[in-house]
């Protein structure tokens, strides 16, 4: 936390163009020179209902959501479906002002729409207002949008006060506006809305704050993405050109990225009827030599056991992502959580093999799955990349720069023909596709319409050619050949650096071990700790299977103790570290949320001082703490 931050929430109901404004303030906050991170909060409901987008501004690096909020615009749920107090859901409408207290900051603004919403409608408004010294200006946004235009650019209006309240110059705003998909009467109405809004609250309001919009630069040019946009963009550069599936939040954002980017580099997209089918089509389409990918959330996920199941024992490559939510079940299906982890790891049948990555912002998602993909294909083996509603749905600005890299088309480990002549084949004239005598236990494939290469590709267990056997010393030696798999690509991987990241100091006494998209507010707390005089250092985990012993080793034994942060209620990657080291269980505590947002710094280091460096006891009600077993 730094006091030379914007932190600005957007509140309204779904169709009040919460998500569009919010994108639009967060470019012009970045193309100023500032780094920006979003959180989005919305409903699962199909008929809506509150919403609201966190945008945190600073000149310096930013790697996670802030504690609280210092900006608070309120515009009210203009599509309240109940406005009534004894409704079920309560008031709706008030609800973007009324929910949104709680986080503000002492000392911090609020612009509401009182052309909408009545703060006597608000459980003790004034009295909160002046117990934190909140600095309150009501505004009508929606008589000004209608005076001027249509009541829906309210949120217009709410920028142009923003940017009045903030000392913000308009050009930047005004450059965004010109460049998304607005033109004609459209733009310029809403130029004058802007302007409008923009002159009144400063010619009409005496300023009783002082936050302001900081000073910053950029030494490259930005662009601002989400982790969805960096694992489908690492897909098209890694040479995917097939990808199946059906819509399930939050996976449906790398599905559409990836449905509208394909077409422009000749590949296909298939919207299919179900999971089972969108994984199956992917297998064929990657078992005929084309790089595949499917995916889908945790319930999606479910249905796609069989056909990982079948790629494991026919060794197809296939690259699946699935994103995380709360479950079980459907759950929360628009929040945050870590619970699918043992999901991932152990759904099919028997003793399977796969890989996991676990990416922890943009860039690791851009990096990690273009190396799933080359270790898919290298290997013959599906790769999973695991991720979060969070990361899927956070913006961020990344070094237009960063992206940059040549493609990469090669199917890894195939046959030409002339290989295929020279291979061992059976007496029936089928190519002995899954050999015996591979010491990485990678047996090369042909791909059909070869000369020379036609195999049996079967779900049961087979023979070097593929006909089904049950022989038991050529099951022991099939399974034991891609069980080595495994091992091979642990020896590659230990020299990879885009997987494991170790911050803070290297001599440090305590650790905080984490996985997945935690790492950015993980990192952030090691640094207000160590700045508070603790000494902490954070290792953020991002290979998953096969589990990277050596680097967590190494870790843990360079500290006494050590916590570990994740969005679960039953500590899975903690039982995941334990089971594979097979020891620290003395060392091992866990700080854990799963009330379907994400951690805020602060809870860090609230959970380390209270746990590890005091009394054991967490303080609040939004994490868990869980003891180490000698304790």
């Not at 984490?514 to 005089?533: I, M």
């Not at 994400?598 to 280091?605: D, L, T, W």
Request: negative net charge.
């Amino acid at each position: 936390m730094t006091d030379n931050e914007l932190i600005w929430r957007i509140a309204g109901g779904s169709g009040d163009g919460i998500a569009s404004t919010s994108q639009n303030f967060t470019t012009a906050l970045m193309r100023s020179g500032l780094d920006v991170f979003t959180h989005r909060h919305y409903p699962s409901r199909i008929r809506g209902g509150h919403t609201y987008v966190e945008i945190r501004a600073a000149p310096e690096t930013v790697k996670s959501r802030g504690d609280g909020y210092n900006f608070l615009l309120a515009l009210g749920d203009s599509f309240a479906r109940n406005p009534q107090e004894g409704a079920y859901y309560g008031n709706e409408e008030i609800k973007p002002l009324a929910e949104n207290l709680d986080d503000l900051r002492e000392g911090g603004v609020v612009v509401y729409d009182e052309g909408l919403l009545d703060v006597s409608e608000v459980p003790n408004f004034e009295e909160r207002v002046e117990e934190n010294d909140w600095n309150v200006y009501p505004l009508d946004l929606r008589g000004l949008a209608k005076e001027h235009g249509r009541e829906v650019m309210r949120n217009t209006a709410g920028v142009g006060a923003t940017a009045a309240l903030l000392g913000m110059d308009l050009d930047p705003i005004v450059e965004v506006m010109e460049d998304s998909k607005m033109t004609g009467e459209v733009l310029e109405t809403n130029f004058e809305i802007l302007r409008s809004a923009h002159e009144s609250v400063r010619e009409d309001y005496e300023f009783t704050h002082d936050l302001r919009v900081p000073e910053g630069s950029h030494d490259a040019d930005q662009v601002l993405l989400s982790g969805s946009n960096g694992i489908a963009y690492a897909a098209l550069d890694a040479g995917c050109r097939f990808i199946a599936g059906y819509p399930m939040t939050p996976w449906t954002d790398v599905f559409t990225i990836m449905s509208q980017n394909l077409p422009e580099f000749g590949g296909v997209s298939e919207q299919v009827e179900d999971e089972i089918a969108a994984a199956s089509l992917a297998l064929g389409a990657s078992h005929a030599g084309v790089k595949a990918m499917s995916g889908s959330s945790g319930g999606g996920f479910a249905l796609m056991s069989e056909p990982l199941g079948l790629a494991e024992m026919t060794e197809t490559p296939l690259v699946l992502v699935e994103a995380m939510r709360a479950g079980p079940s459907t759950g929360m299906p628009t929040k945050p959580e870590q619970a699918d982890l043992e999901h991932v790891l152990y759904t099919s049948q028997g003793d399977s093999q796969r890989v996991v990555f676990a990416p922890g912002n943009i860039r690791e998602a851009y990096d990690q799955t273009r190396r799933a993909f080359e270790v898919a294909y290298d290997y013959q083996i599906p790769a999973i990349v695991v991720y979060d509603q969070k990361l899927s749905g956070e913006t961020r600005n990344v070094d237009e720069g960063f992206f940059d890299r040549e493609p990469a088309p090669d199917l890894g480990a195939t046959l030409s023909e002339d290989e295929l002549a020279e291979a061992a084949h059976d007496n029936s004239g089928k190519f002995h596709r899954f050999r015996f005598d591979d010491e990485d236990g990678v047996s090369p494939r042909s791909i059909p319409g070869q000369k020379g290469g036609r195999f049996l590709a079967s779900g049961n267990e087979h023979n070097q050619a593929g006909h089904i056997t049950e022989d038991p010393e050529e099951r022991v030696m099939q399974m034991d050949r891609r069980l080595r798999k495994m091992e091979s690509i642990r020896e590659e991987l230990a020299d990879d650096d885009v997987f494991q990241t170790v911050h803070g100091p290297e001599d440090a006494d305590y650790g905080i071990l984490t996985w997945g998209t935690n790492q950015g507010t993980v990192e952030e707390a090691v640094d207000r700790l160590n700045d508070a005089g603790h000494s902490v250092k954070a290792l953020g985990v991002g290979q998953i299977a096969p589990y990277p012993r050596e680097e967590v080793v190494a870790f843990l034994e360079s500290v006494e103790e050590a916590i570990v942060v994740e969005m679960n209620a039953t500590a899975q990657f903690r039982g995941l570290t334990q089971k594979e080291l097979g020891r620290y269980g003395e060392t091992l505590s866990s700080l854990l949320k799963y009330n379907g947002n994400p951690f805020e710094p602060s809870e860090i280091v609230e959970g380390f001082e209270s746990s590890i460096a005091g009394d054991g006891e967490v303080p609040g009600e939004t994490t868990r703490y869980v003891p180490a077993a000698g304790d």
